[in-house]
């Protein structure tokens, strides 16, 4: 991948997903896969015991399940969102 796993990295992904009227929010509870999408509500819950570098992970992971359309983020957000598709696995 083409970006470092900092803090930082994890601000402008949760950036990308409050401009898709998104809510991240990370709590404890009982994830197999360490987060729950709840689309209706437009909330992602994240394993609270995750390090930087599995957060970040996650949330890429997630962004690559969810159909965000680019007119809904900031003009300086969408390159970092189409970084982040190229990361998608090919299916």
Avoid: W
């Avoid at 949330?59 to 965000?68: G, K, T």
């Amino acid at each position: 991948m083409s970006f470092k796993y900092s803090n930082h990295t994890l601000k402008k992904i949760e950036n990308l997903f409050k401009e898709a009227d998104y809510i991240v929010r990370y709590e404890k509870g009982r994830f197999n896969s360490g987060y729950c999408v709840l689309e209706e509500k437009k909330v992602i819950v994240v394993n609270k015991f995750f390090d930087t570098e599995a957060r970040i992970n996650t949330l890429v992971d997630i962004l690559a399940q969810l159909e965000i359309n680019e007119s809904a983020l900031d003009a300086k957000s969408i390159p970092f969102f189409r970084l982040l598709n190229a990361q998608k696995p090919e299916a």
